[in-house]
């Protein structure tokens, strides 16, 4: 079935460090692929998405580009910051059912952590 | 405006009682889910709506009932709770192939 595999963390960086969490995916189709992150206490945010092979998706200085060839969706940044530091989900949406939004499949998160 | 909403945000309970948790959305969109946290911070999917109809249930034990009076309110009430129900429970609304999710709700079971 679906499925989405991230690198396990946690993930400890020091302030102006390059990131790079690694996202694979299997699936039937062409699925839609996400990022959320996940503040201490807080739910779920989307950091950023790719609907099509080749889309790089991009917000607050990350990154992504949907990898068709190799199944994958790395997150990166070029310098993370201590506010970074949060919980990191790669997700991909599988296809709809009857006209309806499918549901989220998601990796097991990874941890970052950024010191200053 | 907060776009999805649950409450309450943590629920403390013992084991055999049964608890509600309420979640709307004002987003305007036609499906809703739960989706459950574990310990491990694994997020997966128990159940998914569609205009207030059932598409999605995924292998959840029948002490969970979701319902949906309307299009932005999916509830969840489970009976009888157990140890293993301890979990963060997150609704969320799709619209536009995003999703968008609740700030969650801590269940404990004594």
């Known amino acids: 079935g679906d499925s989405v595999t991230q690198m396990e963390g946690p993930v400890t960086l020091s302030e102006e460090a390059f990131l790079t969490i690694n996202c694979t995916y299997t699936?039937?189709?062409?699925?839609?692929l996400f990022w959320y992150v996940q503040y201490p206490g807080e739910g779920l945010q989307l950091l950023l998405k790719?609907?099509?092979?080749?889309d790089k998706g991009s917000n607050k200085g990350f990154e992504a580009t949907y990898r068709k060839e190799t199944t994958s969706f790395h997150l990166e940044k070029g310098s993370v910051q201590v506010s970074d530091s949060a919980v990191y989900f790669c997700a991909l949406r599988i296809l709809n059912y009857g006209g309806s939004q499918g549901n989220l499949i998601f990796g097991k998160g990874t941890k970052l952590s950024v010191k200053p | 405006d907060t776009a999805v909403s649950q409450t309450p945000k943590y629920l403390v309970t013992q084991m055999g009682n049964d608890k509600s948790i309420k979640c709307e959305q004002n987003?305007?969109?036609?499906?809703m889910y739960w989706y459950k946290q574990d310990s491990k911070k694994f997020l997966k999917i128990m159940f998914s709506?569609?205009?207030?109809?059932?598409?999605i249930n995924e292998t959840v034990p029948n002490r969970f009932s979701p319902k949906s009076p309307d299009k932005a309110h999916l509830n969840l009430h489970i009976n009888s709770l157990e140890l293993g129900d301890s979990a963060v429970y997150f609704c969320a609304s799709s619209g536009g192939g995003v999703s968008f999710f609740g700030p969650g709700t801590r269940l404990t079971v004594l």
């Open positions: 790719a609907t099509k092979a080749d």
């Open positions: 987003l305007g969109h036609d499906t």
């Open positions: 699936a039937t189709g062409y699925p839609s």
């Open positions: 709506y569609n205009n207030k109809e059932l598409i």
